[in-house]
Each structure stands twice: as structure tokens, then as C-alpha cells.
């Protein structure tokens, strides 16, 4: 695939055949300049959260990898932020109903269509990567994921559109700054003010309702009972009734 909109708005673009992380790859390369990006539709090992796999097919699913800029205070949030992105992205190629799931989930009706994990690299940079599933021409990787085709019909050129309009808007965030990024964070994620299941690291879960982040983007959650937790990383499920 070809991402000439994408190589017109980067400092430095790597459109790799194929690798196996492009987080990985940028942090090999890295220092590099901020917005310098990797992408590619075969990648071969790639990694989600809390050492998980995220799964692709050749060619069924873009990875793409961006150096955020650092600036204060924007470190927790750019997971977030990168959400947003994302999200605006994926509906501007028209699958409208797409939806953010705190911490780092993009949705379409219950499914994830796209994953996002952020590290910070040994030379201090952040990292926001992202993998968006396109189609799946064999079976999907995991019961609960989508892809594009499911909901647009795909044509080659989305992926570029696609990943050039996720940089124009990362940029729009960061330089509006992280009160205001804060503020479009809260109004565009789909967890706030739903009835969640939180399901923590040992497996064990308990419900409760999200009911705001913090400006460090954590999420607020109230439990039965009326107890606040604050949750900093982890898993949600929202719940639908
Ligand atoms: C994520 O982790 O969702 C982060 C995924 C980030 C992938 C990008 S691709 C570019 C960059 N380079 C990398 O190496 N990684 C980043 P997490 O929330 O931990 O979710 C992982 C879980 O999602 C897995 O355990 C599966 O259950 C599920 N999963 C795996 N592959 C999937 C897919 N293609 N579509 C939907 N769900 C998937």
C-alpha cells in the first residue's frame, strides 16, 4: 500500500514491507524527530499491552507507530490522546459509530477495531502506536475484534487517508494543550458515565460506574457502595444494561 498523504505531513516516514513491531522499530531508531513515523501492513510481531499479542494477517491490518512530542504533563495523557486521534480518523473514513474505550480501545458495535499502546523509549521519547484492522480475509484474530470492511467498503487508499487524518488530529491535541486536550479526551470517551466492569490484574472483576478521568487521564470509578477508586492502567468492559 501507498501512503503518500501521510509522507506529505511527516518529518520522516519509514513504510517498511514488513517488521515485526513498529514500536519496536521506532524505538531502535529513535531519537528521531517529533512526528517522525513508522508504518506498515505486515507486521509480524506485534505487541499489546501487559506483554499480549496483537495479531495480524498480511496485508489485513495497518500498524503505525508516531514520536509524540514530549511536554509536560502529557506523558499519562497521550494514550488518550492517541485515542482520540484515532477515533476521529476512523470516522472520517465513515464508520461513524466507532466509539473510545478507556484506556486504549477503539470500539465498533461492542468490538475493538483498533488497539493503541504508548511506551516510553530508553532515550525518553513517547511512542503512540496503533493497529488498525482493515479486513479479515481469513478469520478474525479474536472473537471480539472488527475490522473496517465489516463497516465501510474498503478501498486501497483508506489506510493512507486513514493514518494521515490520525496524525492531523494528534497534532490538534497536542497543541491545544493538556487542559484543553483533557477536556475532548473526557467528551469523546465512550466510558464516562456507563455502568463498567473492571476487571483487574489477577483476573478478579468487580462492577461500577466510570464517572470521569482526572487530568492525568485516569479513570474515576465508583464503586456499589459509593467507594471512589481511581484506576491508572488495566481493563474496563462497558456494559450495556
Ligand atoms: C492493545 O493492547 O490493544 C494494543 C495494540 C497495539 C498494537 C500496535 S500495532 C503498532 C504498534 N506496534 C506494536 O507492536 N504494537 C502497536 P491490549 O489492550 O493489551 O489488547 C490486546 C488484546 O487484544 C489481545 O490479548 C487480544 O485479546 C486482542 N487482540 C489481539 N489482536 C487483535 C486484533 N487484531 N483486533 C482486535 N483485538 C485483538
Given at each position: 500500500?501507498?501512503?503518500?498523504?501521510?509522507?506529505?505531513?511527516?518529518?520522516?516516514?519509514?513504510?517498511?514491507?514488513?517488521?515485526?513491531?513498529?514500536?519496536?522499530?521506532?524505538?531502535?531508531?529513535?531519537?528521531?524527530?517529533?512526528?517522525?513515523?513508522?508504518?506498515?501492513?505486515?507486521?509480524?510481531?506485534?505487541?499489546?499491552?501487559?506483554?499480549?499479542?496483537?495479531?495480524?494477517e498480511p496485508n489485513d491490518s495497518v500498524a503505525l507507530s508516531i514520536v509524540?512530542?514530549?511536554?509536560?504533563?502529557?506523558?499519562?495523557?497521550?494514550?488518550?490522546?492517541?485515542?482520540?486521534?484515532?477515533?476521529?480518523?476512523?470516522?472520517?473514513?465513515?464508520?461513524?459509530?466507532?466509539?473510545?474505550?478507556?484506556?486504549?480501545?477503539?470500539?465498533?458495535?461492542?468490538?475493538?477495531?483498533?488497539?493503541?499502546?504508548?511506551?516510553?523509549?530508553?532515550?525518553?521519547?513517547?511512542?503512540?502506536?496503533?493497529?488498525?484492522?482493515?479486513?479479515?480475509?481469513?478469520?478474525?484474530?479474536?472473537?471480539?475484534?472488527?475490522?473496517?470492511?465489516?463497516?465501510?467498503?474498503?478501498?486501497?487508499?483508506?489506510?493512507?487517508?486513514?493514518?494521515?487524518?490520525?496524525?492531523?488530529?494528534?497534532?490538534?491535541?497536542?497543541?491545544?494543550?493538556?487542559?484543553?486536550?483533557?477536556?475532548?479526551?473526557?467528551?469523546?470517551?465512550?466510558?464516562?458515565?456507563?455502568?463498567?466492569?473492571?476487571?483487574?490484574?489477577?483476573?478478579?472483576?468487580?462492577?461500577?460506574?466510570?464517572?470521569?478521568?482526572?487530568?492525568?487521564?485516569?479513570?474515576?470509578?465508583?464503586?456499589?457502595?459509593?467507594?471512589?477508586?481511581?484506576?491508572?492502567?488495566?481493563?474496563?468492559?462497558?456494559?450495556?444494561?
Amino acid at each position: 500500500m501507498a501512503f503518500p498523504l501521510l509522507a506529505a505531513q511527516v518529518p520522516f516516514l519509514l513504510d517498511m514491507e514488513t517488521t515485526a513491531s513498529t514500536n519496536s522499530l521506532v524505538s531502535e531508531l529513535a531519537p528521531l524527530p517529533s512526528y517522525s513515523t513508522v508504518i506498515t501492513t505486515k507486521q509480524t510481531a506485534g505487541r499489546g499491552r501487559l506483554g499480549r499479542e496483537w495479531l495480524s494477517e498480511p496485508n489485513d491490518s495497518v500498524a503505525l507507530s508516531i514520536v509524540v512530542p514530549f511536554q509536560q504533563n502529557n506523558l499519562e495523557l497521550t494514550p488518550l490522546l492517541m485515542g482520540v486521534a484515532v477515533l476521529r480518523a476512523v470516522r472520517a473514513i465513515g464508520v461513524t459509530q466507532a466509539e473510545l474505550k478507556w484506556p486504549n480501545d477503539i470500539l465498533v458495535g461492542k468490538r475493538k477495531i483498533a488497539g493503541i499502546l504508548c511506551e516510553v523509549v530508553p532515550c525518553g521519547q513517547i511512542i503512540a502506536g496503533v493497529g488498525l484492522n482493515l479486513r479479515f480475509r481469513d478469520k478474525p484474530p479474536t472473537g471480539q475484534a472488527t475490522s473496517l470492511a465489516e463497516h465501510i467498503t474498503f478501498e486501497p487508499e483508506i489506510p493512507d487517508r486513514w493514518a494521515s487524518a490520525c496524525l492531523t488530529e494528534l497534532r490538534v491535541l497536542i497543541d491545544a494543550g493538556s487542559h484543553r486536550a483533557t477536556s475532548e479526551v473526557r467528551q469523546n470517551l465512550a466510558t464516562i458515565n456507563r455502568r463498567i466492569e473492571v476487571v483487574e490484574f489477577d483476573g478478579q472483576s468487580w462492577l461500577g460506574r466510570a464517572e470521569d478521568i482526572d487530568a492525568g487521564g485516569r479513570l474515576i470509578v465508583s464503586r456499589k457502595g459509593g467507594e471512589k477508586v481511581v484506576l491508572s492502567s488495566g481493563d474496563v468492559r462497558h456494559l450495556y444494561q
